[in-house]
């Protein structure tokens, strides 16, 4: 076989200093009697198995390294004249770099894991990737690394509980991310003095730092695509072992209104669906505030018409407006935690009772106002528009507020509250970043970092 | 870093908060008598002054104007120099704040108490006002960003409507070569004194570049603002009615009629525009008043988050002590007390602008 000279530059030793900083790297050397042989690869993106049966075990069962390499060479898959980039490009894909004597191999095994992925559950879209973060963190390396192929995605391994031992992996893009923001986060998680770690929302709230908070500050999802994409914009990506879900930050209130199927669908249709959701928030936290305003307090606000018509379904109902909006809103409360915990045969029973029996009869009894009923189905449907169940959960407490405002001083009340919780948002950071403001998208589209949208 | 839009949204949030803070009862006082003229006199020496200030701030990079003084002037002027000033910025809340409370009573709500609604707007204010500048910003920026377009529509609305007269408008124009009137002049000049915010503001623009075309902006906003600050409500009214009402410009919203909406009259959607508006201005005076104020204080050495508050809340309770006692006034004190206030504040500014040059002036020969 002619002597094949690879090319000046392409070594394991190269390989692994432009993967530096990969926690999955693994450089193993092997020695038999005569011959060594020198092994790296991604842990998370190649085949084990395939490794130790075609490129380990060969290696002690042949008598010289002459002959493993002429094996490795008729490898399928097995490469030997690439250059830099395409080496990286091979390694990320799923390849080990072998050193056999003088000469280099790059051997394909590739690792798509596929059995043990699970669909999305809470954050599903319409048409798009429907792989979702599993409770095996090899598996969600192996799911992010196959989306990011860069040798600039970086993974660092930490341990977090005493007792729990949660493995931890902290991902990012080390050419786009903000290193004070890395930094922090490791501060933060250095720190943390925790015993048991189960789930990636728990963790949000012991990095998060403030006592009382009323809106999410990381994004826990699901989603591997999303991970994907907030990397890309130089976000950090936090994933524990037995978790499920990824956690990632530095979030703004933008983030949670941002849905993954916005960038499948056309740029017109991604804008509307996003202005739908805006106004959504918008329906379910003011509508019951403001039915209490118009009706106790400044009935004239409203036509005339619409005046009455409220009036009329309410002619019947014994108790002032915020009496029967309160009692309505938690019986929605009670109907979406109760659907939530019942077994999934049962389900549909709460739905039904709660849904048709209890609107109806209450309507009839006189109990609540139609309109009530109606202005109650809004309220519940618009606030689960929300593409993130921790901002939609937020959400569904601040109506609260606002109801609790518009009872002591109507409509007075719902613009003071307004005001007041545009400014604690405005306050709020989110590891260094405003958390909240006008033109966000623009000027985080307009940085360096933007290539992630697109 | 702040980017130089939130200069522009300060001197825009004091230009369009004039109406509750009685300039168009003063221009339209002196309708025969020459507000007219003064307005573009106002525009051209509002203008210079903001020019003025915002040269001679810039100077003084990421610094507020306690910095400046403890760094230039004699140790005893400090302290006086920073309380009269302190106290023009609560004023300057408090009348908005108290015409506010006034107008939501007259309009909204009759049957609330007057206490009840005072004391929700301290409540937010005060929450508010302790909010770090940078945020207050952008508080500003959204507010503005909610109220502006309700406010275009409620003026655009105001100004095609039938009913509107434009004969009185043109009526009242053939007062313009009267000789401009001094009251006038100085409650229209109220439309640009934004810029004095950056009093304390000037700690969060780190490089604040203007070009001569913002200052072109800055003059028109003012000009297009007053001028229909002054004759929206006469076109309403008539040339000679328009002196029965105290707030004007809510009267006349109360006369325009949605016909293609719930809300059918145009109050309501004029007043929740402004009462955002109202509301973030006076954070955000108070704001600036309370840092000049706090400036006093020694600075605390260590552990200063706790002795800090106690500072500040007893600056605020201060404001709101002075706000609750000052909901004695009528509706005639109140005017009154806020026509000295545009006249007292003309001078203020003056007056800062001056010690900011002389500030200026030591740096300068200090560092020769």
């Given at each position: 076989?002619?002597?094949?000279?690879?090319?000046?530059?392409?070594?394991?030793?190269?390989?692994?200093?432009?993967?530096s900083?990969?926690?999955?790297?693994?450089?193993?050397?092997?020695q038999a009697?005569?011959d060594?042989?020198?092994?790296?690869?991604?842990?998370s993106?190649t085949?084990?198995?395939?490794?130790s049966?075609?490129?380990?075990?060969?290696?002690?069962?042949?008598?010289?390294?002459?002959?493993?390499g002429?094996?490795?060479?008729?490898?399928?898959?097995?490469?030997?004249?690439?250059?830099?980039?395409?080496?990286l490009?091979?390694?990320?894909?799923g390849?080990?770099?072998?050193?056999?004597?003088?000469?280099?191999?790059?051997?394909?095994?590739?690792?798509?894991?596929?059995?043990?992925?699970?669909e999305?559950?809470?954050?599903?879209?319409s048409?798009?990737?429907?792989?979702?973060?599993?409770e095996?963190l090899?598996?969600?390396?192996?799911?992010i690394?196959?989306?990011?192929?860069?040798?600039?995605?970086?993974l660092?391994?930490?341990?977090?509980?005493?007792?729990s031992?949660?493995?931890?992996?902290?991902?990012?893009d080390?050419?786009?991310?903000?290193?004070?923001?890395?930094?922090?986060?490791?501060?933060?998680?250095?720190?943390?003095?925790?015993?048991?770690?189960?789930?990636?929302?728990e963790?949000?709230?012991y990095?998060?730092?403030?006592?009382?908070?009323?809106?999410?500050?990381?994004i826990?999802?699901?989603?591997?695509?999303?991970?994907?994409?907030?990397?890309?914009?130089?976000?950090v990506?936090?994933?524990?072992?037995t978790?499920?879900?990824?956690?990632?930050?530095?979030?703004?209130?933008?983030?949670?209104?941002?849905?993954?199927d916005?960038?499948?669908?056309?740029?017109?249709?991604g804008?509307?669906?996003?202005?739908?959701?805006?106004?959504?928030?918008?329906?379910?936290?003011?509508?019951?505030a403001?039915y209490?305003?118009?009706?106790?307090?400044?009935?004239?606000?409203?036509?005339?018409?619409?005046?009455?018509?409220?009036a009329?379904s309410?002619?019947?109902?014994?108790?002032?407006?915020?009496?029967e909006?309160?009692?309505?809103l938690?019986?929605?409360?009670?109907?979406?935690?109760?659907?939530?915990r019942?077994?999934?045969?049962?389900g549909?029973?709460?739905?039904?009772?709660?849904g048709?029996?209890?609107?109806?009869?209450?309507?009839a009894?006189?109990l609540?106002?139609?309109?009530?009923?109606?202005?109650?189905?809004?309220?519940?449907?618009?606030?689960f528009?929300?593409?993130?169940n921790?901002?939609?959960?937020?959400?569904?407490?601040?109506k609260?507020?606002?109801?609790?405002?518009?009872?002591?001083?109507?409509l007075?009340g719902v613009v003071?509250?307004?005001?007041?919780?545009?400014?604690?948002?405005?306050?709020q950071?989110s590891?260094g970043?405003?958390?909240?403001?006008?033109?966000?998208?623009?000027?985080?589209?307009?940085?360096?970092?933007?290539?992630g949208?697109? | 870093?702040?980017?130089?839009?939130?200069?522009?949204?300060?001197?825009?949030?004091?230009?369009?908060?004039?109406?509750?803070?009685?300039?168009?009862?003063?221009?339209?006082?002196?309708?025969?008598?020459?507000?007219?003229?003064?307005i573009?006199?106002?525009?051209a020496a509002?203008?210079?002054?903001?020019?003025?200030?915002?040269a001679?701030i810039?100077?003084?990079?990421?610094?507020?104007?306690?910095?400046?003084?403890?760094?230039?002037?004699?140790?005893?002027t400090?302290?006086?120099?920073?309380?009269?000033?302190?106290?023009?910025?609560?004023?300057?809340?408090?009348?908005?704040?108290?015409?506010?409370v006034?107008?939501t009573?007259?309009?909204?709500s009759?049957?609330?108490?007057?206490?009840?609604?005072?004391?929700?707007?301290?409540?937010v204010?005060?929450?508010?006002?302790?909010i770090?500048?940078?945020?207050l910003?952008?508080?500003?920026?959204?507010?503005?960003?909610i109220?502006?377009?309700l406010?275009?529509?409620?003026?655009?609305?105001?100004?095609?409507?039938?009913?509107?007269?434009?004969?009185?408008?043109?009526?009242?124009?053939?007062?313009?070569?009267?000789?401009?009137?001094w009251?006038?002049?100085?409650?229209?000049?109220?439309?640009?004194?934004?810029?004095i915010?950056?009093?304390?503001?000037?700690?969060?623009?780190?490089?604040?570049?203007?070009?001569p075309?913002h200052?072109?902006l800055?003059?028109?906003?003012?000009?297009?603002v007053?001028?229909?600050s002054?004759?929206?409500?006469?076109?309403f009214?008539?040339?000679?009615?328009?002196?029965?009402?105290?707030?004007?410009w809510?009267?006349?919203?109360?006369?325009?009629?949605?016909?293609?909406?719930?809300?059918?009259?145009?109050?309501?959607?004029?007043?929740?525009?402004?009462?955002?508006?109202?509301?973030?201005?006076?954070?955000?005076h108070?704001?600036?008043?309370?840092?000049l104020?706090?400036?006093?204080?020694?600075a605390?050495?260590?552990?200063?988050?706790k002795?800090?508050?106690?500072q500040?809340?007893?600056?605020?309770?201060?404001?709101?002590?002075a706000?609750?006692?000052?909901?004695?006034?009528?509706?005639?004190?109140?005017?009154?007390?806020?026509?000295?206030?545009l006249?007292?504040?003309?001078?203020?500014?003056?007056a800062?602008?001056?010690l900011?040059l002389?500030?200026?002036?030591?740096?300068?020969?200090r560092?020769?």
């Amino acid at each position: 076989m002619v002597e094949q000279r690879h090319k000046p530059g392409v070594s394991p030793e190269w390989i692994q200093e432009q993967l530096s900083g990969f926690a999955d790297l693994e450089h193993r050397k092997l020695q038999a009697s005569s011959d060594e042989a020198e092994l790296l690869y991604i842990k998370s993106v190649t085949d084990g198995q395939s490794i130790s049966q075609a490129v380990i075990a060969p290696f002690y069962e042949m008598d010289s390294g002459e002959a493993y390499g002429a094996y490795l060479g008729g490898l399928p898959g097995s490469h030997t004249e690439v250059d830099g980039k395409q080496a990286l490009e091979l390694m990320l894909g799923g390849s080990a770099c072998i050193r056999s004597g003088s000469r280099i191999f790059i051997c394909e095994l590739p690792k798509a894991e596929a059995g043990a992925v699970r669909e999305t559950v809470t954050e599903s879209v319409s048409q798009g990737p429907s792989d979702a973060l599993g409770e095996d963190l090899t598996v969600n390396l192996n799911l992010i690394r196959r989306r990011y192929q860069s040798a600039q995605l970086k993974l660092e391994m930490t341990v977090i509980g005493n007792i729990s031992r949660t493995k931890t992996a902290i991902l990012y893009d080390e050419s786009r991310v903000d290193h004070r923001v890395l930094a922090e986060l490791k501060e933060r998680l250095d720190t943390l003095q925790i015993d048991v770690l189960q789930a990636a929302g728990e963790l949000d709230k012991y990095i998060s730092g403030d006592k009382v908070r009323i809106f999410p500050k990381t994004i826990v999802t699901e989603r591997p695509d999303r991970v994907v994409f907030n990397l890309a914009e130089g976000k950090v990506a936090v994933m524990l072992d037995t978790a499920g879900y990824a956690i990632i930050l530095p979030a703004i209130f933008n983030d949670f209104f941002t849905a993954m199927d916005d960038k499948i669908h056309l740029p017109v249709v991604g804008r509307f669906l996003k202005l739908l959701r805006i106004l959504g928030v918008v329906l379910t936290l003011w509508l019951p505030a403001l039915y209490v305003a118009f009706t106790s307090y400044n009935p004239e606000i409203v036509r005339v018409q619409i005046a009455l018509l409220i009036a009329g379904s309410r002619a019947t109902v014994p108790y002032p407006s915020f009496v029967e909006v309160l009692i309505m809103l938690l019986m929605m409360e009670f109907l979406t935690e109760a659907s939530l915990r019942l077994p999934r045969a049962i389900g549909p029973t709460a739905t039904t009772v709660g849904g048709l029996i209890l609107g109806q009869a209450a309507t009839a009894a006189g109990l609540v106002g139609n309109i009530m009923i109606i202005l109650v189905s809004v309220v519940a449907i618009s606030n689960f528009m929300i593409p993130l169940n921790m901002m939609s959960f937020s959400i569904r407490v601040l109506k609260y507020f606002f109801i609790l405002a518009a009872i002591a001083t109507g409509l007075v009340g719902v613009v003071c509250c307004l005001v007041g919780f545009t400014a604690y948002l405005c306050s709020q950071r989110s590891f260094g970043q405003p958390y909240f403001k006008l033109f966000a998208l623009e000027s985080a589209g307009s940085g360096k970092k933007g290539s992630g949208e697109k | 870093m702040t980017k130089n839009r939130y200069y522009f949204w300060l001197i825009l949030m004091n230009s369009l908060i004039n109406i509750v803070n009685f300039v168009p009862r003063e221009l339209i006082d002196g309708r025969f008598t020459g507000a007219q003229a003064s307005i573009p006199l106002a525009v051209a020496a509002g203008t210079l002054l903001t020019l003025l200030f915002t040269a001679v701030i810039r100077k003084f990079p990421g610094m507020g104007v306690p910095e400046i003084f403890t760094a230039t002037l004699p140790k005893f002027t400090v302290p006086p120099l920073l309380m009269v000033f302190g106290l023009l910025w609560c004023i300057a809340g408090l009348i908005t704040l108290l015409s506010f409370v006034d107008i939501t009573l007259r309009f909204i709500s009759p049957d609330t108490g007057p206490l009840l609604v005072l004391i929700s707007f301290l409540a937010v204010v005060c929450f508010s006002v302790r909010i770090d500048s940078h945020s207050l910003l952008y508080t500003l920026e959204m507010m503005l960003g909610i109220s502006l377009p309700l406010i275009v529509y409620a003026t655009i609305k105001a100004v095609m409507t039938p009913s509107f007269c434009w004969d009185s408008v043109l009526q009242t124009f053939t007062y313009s070569l009267h000789a401009p009137n001094w009251h006038s002049f100085l409650a229209s000049t109220f439309s640009f004194s934004g810029y004095i915010n950056l009093a304390i503001f000037n700690r969060v623009f780190q490089q604040l570049k203007l070009k001569p075309f913002h200052f072109v902006l800055v003059a028109l906003q003012g000009l297009v603002v007053l001028l229909l600050s002054l004759f929206v409500p006469i076109g309403f009214f008539g040339t000679a009615a328009v002196e029965k009402h105290i707030y004007t410009w809510f009267s006349t919203a109360d006369s325009i009629r949605i016909e293609t909406f719930i809300i059918e009259r145009m109050l309501f959607i004029f007043y929740m525009a402004y009462l955002t508006l109202s509301l973030v201005s006076i954070i955000i005076h108070w704001h600036v008043g309370k840092e000049l104020l706090l400036s006093l204080f020694p600075a605390p050495k260590r552990k200063a988050a706790k002795a800090r508050k106690w500072q500040e809340a007893s600056i605020l309770a201060g404001f709101c002590a002075a706000a609750v006692i000052l909901m004695r006034l009528d509706q005639y004190e109140l005017n009154t007390f806020g026509v000295i206030f545009l006249d007292v504040r003309w001078y203020g500014e003056i007056a800062l602008l001056l010690l900011l040059l002389y500030c200026y002036a030591v740096t300068r020969r200090r560092s020769l």
